[in-house]
């Protein structure tokens, strides 16, 4: 895998969109201060192809993926692996729930010579564009689709092609049993398992179809020769039978046809008998007329009655609508009855008038009076001040005495009040300000009656108004009504309504005599009707009679006379019987003799079957009017004679059908062939499924030794030995360069060790270096790994690059030196990209290509630096 180009957007600290090319990067180093987001870059390529990243310890934790306060994240990894080119893209969410998840995966597959350049067109933030043919579109998906295209799941991949902090060190670490399965990844010795695994699935397949065939064949095992000859031999023998029989069926089928004539002519006969004895008159069918014109007579005298009823009831109504109307002499009598009412009511309307004006003149002279009273006590109010005005004149000191208070200034000399003089006496104010008393309390009564006396006289006028207005409107009620009953009496009225009841009562006794005539027309109808009827029954009787007989030629009928037609038919019929008993005595004896000689015939017939031991036939020898064809029996349920000389129609029917002797001689035949038949056919099957069962058990066999031959103790753990050998061997050149040859690597039985020539070639486990020389060997390993795998690989993994972001910053200046030789040596074979994350400058100056990464308040951003 070789990264071409990388977007990110909304992804942890690259807020705005950034874009980092890769395209003729073999060689690059990510600079930039610590925390600025260098191994976030290698964060979004894990990211886009898996859906995590290493320092996250949680695949669910997409959350992480978000930039502070981003609603979206999204990154895009345009790379390339054995030769194609393909697009990885993810994009995070944050719904308005505050949950974070994964809402685009997909990976497509680019065309060839496709532009990168198109990718400066996408819109960002918008929806992704679609690049190429999809190979996935959901992150389920992606996970198989990423590790086809690659080769390589999360935990290699992580392991072995990009390195990050603090996973540098895992392979070098790792259990023998995970880095067998890591080298098989690598290798791609997973395709001999899959090998074996089908090898094995064919063989289980095979034996199952070697069992199908046996059990085929333990069905099959009565298809014998000496089983085709026998059958062979029965099919002689029935066509032999199915001859003689064609030649005796003639002769029995001529004397069963005599037999059926004189059978049938003698059912016609005796049909005939039994329709003639069935010609009888019945009892009653000379009264039937006579009944029916007595009651035409009853029906003919109640419509006269009838007719009569109705006239005098049609006079009666003409009368009783020149009378006069009933309904409008009533309103008129109640109108005069009203008229008398209102009289009445106006009269004492008339009182409480005159009345009510009494009291109002009476209140309007109460009025005057209180108003006088009230002006007379407001001129002796007025008086009074005036006379209090000048006693207060005559002497001010006691006018104002009573307004001194101690403390306040005195209004004559302003000086402070300190204490009130005496009371001087002054008569005069005295009695006039009693009288100003006096005059004030008259002058409120006098103003009280007076208001009293105008709410009394408003109230007499409401009242007098009310009863002048309920008056008019009677006189005006008693002046329409006698407009109305001018002219009219009411004695008048009364006579002309006793009239009028007079004729109500007649019309009404009229009009229960129609009733009862007409309820004695439709009892008479009715009779009439029912006699009608029982005559015409009874010449529907006799019709029906009639025409049973009609083909022996009856006499003609009297229409007019029902007795007389009955003796007529029934005198021809006793007749035409006599002479038919006669004949039936000679076609008795005739079937008689046909009868036996069909028995002698099919008892013949029935012979030739014995003799070839199977049952008679019981079935007519015609089928239809002709000898019926047989029907074939292959032994599959179709129609076919069983030992009884029965036909069984449909496959497991009931229903059995009895069949002549040339068709049952036919089915015998047919059976017989369809048997033999059905052996050659049984008998070429089991030849196919022996030779078929050869060919299965060949396959299993096969199968099951190439299986066998790939089990992993065999041929899988040879190559994997193999493997770490030339890995070790190649780490451990690079280790001796980096550590001065202090250092070789070293495995026993899977596990790494280091020999240490500076201490007696001292073997160390790897889980004792310091960090600066476990870094050496991780490197040294991964280097091993990426530089040699490729030529020991089938092809499955794709290791096309190596991205480093670990520890630089723990060697000393002599193994940097080595370390960035080595690196630089890696990237000028062409063969790989090679990529570190590194902030020693010492380091970053060697490498030709640097992304310099940048970060401010909002976001970080990447430049391109050339070395």
């Known amino acids: 895998m070789r990264p071409l180009r990388l977007d990110l957007e909304g992804f942890t600290v690259f807020r705005d969109l950034t874009t980092v090319d890769f395209t003729d990067a073999d060689f690059f180093a990510l600079i930039g201060p610590t925390g600025s987001g260098k191994s976030t870059i290698l964060d979004a390529i894990c990211f886009a192809l898996y859906g995590t990243v290493p320092r996250w310890n949680d695949r669910r934790a997409v959350a992480n993926a978000l930039a502070p306060s981003s609603a979206q994240a999204r990154v895009r990894l345009v790379f390339e692996s054995a030769g194609s080119r393909y697009a990885a893209t993810r994009v995070v969410r944050r719904d308005g729930k505050g949950r974070v998840t994964t809402s685009q995966a997909g990976l497509e597959l680019l065309p060839r010579g496709f532009d990168l350049a198109i990718l400066d067109k996408d819109p960002g933030a918008g929806d992704p564009l679609e690049l190429g043919e999809p190979l996935a579109g959901?992150?389920?998906?992606?996970?198989?689709?990423?590790?086809?295209?690659?080769?390589?799941?999360?935990?290699?991949?992580?392991?072995?092609?990009?390195?990050?902090?603090?996973?540098?060190?895992?392979?070098?670490?790792?259990?023998?049993?995970?880095?067998?399965?890591?080298?098989?990844?690598?290798?791609?010795?997973?395709?001999?398992?899959?090998?074996?695994n089908r090898a094995t699935a064919m063989a289980t397949e095979a034996d199952g179809r070697l069992t199908a065939t046996d059990r085929l064949l333990a069905d099959l095992a009565d298809a014998t020769d000496e089983a085709l000859?026998?059958?062979?031999?029965?099919?002689?023998?029935?066509?032999?039978?199915?001859?003689?029989?064609?030649?005796?069926?003639?002769?029995?089928?001529?004397?069963?046809?005599?037999?059926?004539?004189?059978?049938?002519?003698?059912?016609?006969?005796?049909?005939?008998?039994?329709?003639?004895?069935?010609?009888?008159?019945?009892?009653?069918?000379?009264?039937?007329?006579?009944?029916?014109?007595?009651?035409?007579?009853?029906?003919?005298?109640?419509t006269d009655a009838v007719t009569s009823a109705e006239e005098h009831e049609e006079r009666l109504r003409a009368e009783l609508a020149e009378a006069g109307d009933a309904t409008a002499m009533h309103r008129l009598l109640d109108q005069f009855a009203e008229r008398d009412r209102i009289a009445v009511q106006g009269g004492d309307f008339a009182g409480a008038v005159g009345q009510a004006e009494a009291e109002y003149e009476e209140a309007v002279r109460a009025l005057d009076a209180a108003t006088e009273s009230a002006a007379m006590a407001a001129d002796e109010?007025?008086?009074?001040?005036?006379?209090?005005?000048?006693?207060?004149?005559?002497?001010?000191?006691?006018?104002?005495?009573?307004?001194?208070?101690?403390?306040?200034?005195?209004?004559?000399?302003?000086?402070?009040?300190?204490?009130?003089?005496?009371?001087?006496?002054?008569?005069?104010?005295?009695?006039?300000?009693?009288?100003?008393?006096?005059?004030?309390?008259?002058?409120?009564?006098?103003?009280?009656?007076?208001?009293?006396?105008?709410?009394?006289?408003?109230?007499?006028?409401?009242?007098?108004?009310?009863?002048?207005?309920?008056?008019?409107?009677?006189?005006?009620?008693?002046?329409?009504?006698?407009?109305?009953?001018?002219?009219?009496?009411?004695?008048?009225?009364?006579?002309?309504?006793?009239?009028?009841?007079?004729?109500?009562?007649?019309?009404?006794?009229?009009?229960?005599?129609?009733?009862?005539?007409?309820?004695?027309?439709?009892?008479?109808?009715?009779?009439?009707?029912?006699?009608?009827?029982?005559?015409?029954?009874?010449?529907?009787?006799?019709?029906?009679?009639?025409?049973?007989?009609?083909?022996?030629?009856?006499?003609?009928?009297?229409?007019?006379?029902?007795?007389a037609a009955w003796r007529t038919l029934s005198a021809w019929a006793r007749t035409e019987w006599d002479g038919r008993r006669v004949r039936r005595v000679e076609l008795a004896a005739t079937l008689e003799t046909a009868q036996a000689a069909a028995v002698e015939a099919r008892g013949r017939i029935g012979k030739l079957f014995t003799d070839a031991g199977l049952p008679e036939p019981t079935g007519p020898v015609a089928q239809g009017g002709a000898e019926g064809g047989a029907g074939a029996d292959d032994g599959s349920g179709a129609a076919g004679a069983d030992r009884g000389g029965s036909r069984r129609t449909g496959a497991g029917a009931t229903r059995v059908e009895r069949v002549g002797p040339a068709e049952a001689a036919a089915i015998v035949v047919e059976r017989a062939e369809a048997a033999h038949a059905r052996l050659i056919e049984r008998r070429e099957q089991a030849d196919r499924l022996n030779q078929q069962r050869a060919e299965h058990e060949r396959d299993s066999q096969l199968a099951r030794a190439l299986a066998n031959h790939l089990r992993a103790n065999n041929f899988e753990r040879w190559l994997l030995e193999e493997a770490l050998d030339r890995l070790v061997e190649g780490a451990s050149r690079i280790l001796r360069e980096l550590s001065g040859g202090q250092y070789e690597l070293v495995h026993d039985k899977g596990e790494f060790f280091v020999i240490d020539q500076h201490d007696a070639a001292l073997r160390r486990g790897v889980r004792t270096l310091s960090g600066g020389e476990t870094f050496q060997a991780s490197l040294a390993l991964a280097l091993a790994l990426s530089e040699q795998l490729t030529g020991m690989s089938t092809g499955a993994a794709s290791l096309e690059s190596i991205l480093l972001d670990e520890g630089f910053g723990t060697l000393d200046a002599s193994t940097l030196d080595t370390v960035a030789a080595t690196l630089e040596n890696l990237a000028a074979r062409g063969e790989r990209m090679v990529g570190v994350v590194t902030h020693v400058s010492a380091l970053a100056e060697r490498v030709p290509v640097r992304f310099e990464v940048r970060k401010d308040a909002r976001t970080a951003r990447v430049e391109r630096v050339q070395g």
């Open 138 to 196: 959901t992150p389920a998906e992606m996970e198989q689709a990423v590790l086809d295209a690659i080769g390589l799941p999360y935990e290699q991949f992580t392991s072995c092609l990009v390195l990050p902090q603090g996973a540098f060190a895992e392979f070098l670490h790792a259990k023998p049993a995970q880095r067998q399965q890591i080298l098989v990844n690598l290798l791609g010795l997973s395709v001999y398992e899959e090998i074996r």
């Open 229 to 302: 000859a026998e059958a062979a031999g029965r099919v002689d023998a029935m066509r032999a039978l199915a001859a003689e029989v064609s030649a005796a069926v003639p002769l029995l089928l001529v004397a069963e046809r005599d037999a059926q004539a004189a059978r049938t002519a003698l059912a016609d006969l005796d049909g005939e008998l039994d329709l003639l004895s069935g010609v009888r008159p019945p009892a009653e069918a000379s009264d039937l007329a006579a009944a029916g014109s007595t009651a035409d007579a009853a029906v003919a005298e109640t």
């Open 381 to 563: 109010v007025s008086a009074a001040e005036r006379a209090v005005e000048q006693a207060r004149t005559a002497d001010r000191a006691a006018s104002l005495r009573p307004h001194l208070r101690v403390g306040h200034a005195c209004p004559v000399c302003t000086q402070p009040v300190s204490e009130l003089p005496a009371m001087p006496d002054a008569p005069a104010l005295t009695a006039a300000s009693a009288r100003l008393v006096k005059a004030q309390r008259a002058g409120e009564s006098a103003g009280a009656l007076k208001v009293t006396r105008e709410r009394a006289l408003r109230d007499l006028d409401k009242a007098l108004s009310r009863v002048r207005a309920e008056r008019d409107a009677l006189n005006r009620q008693l002046v329409t009504l006698d407009a109305r009953l001018a002219g009219v009496e009411p004695a008048a009225l009364r006579a002309g309504l006793d009239a009028v009841g007079r004729l109500q009562q007649d019309l009404d006794t009229a009009g229960r005599k129609v009733r009862a005539a007409r309820d004695a027309h439709r009892k008479a109808s009715a009779q009439a009707s029912r006699a009608r009827q029982r005559l015409s029954a009874a010449w529907r009787e006799f019709d029906a009679v009639r025409d049973q007989v009609a083909p022996l030629a009856p006499p003609t009928a009297d229409r007019e006379d029902l007795a």
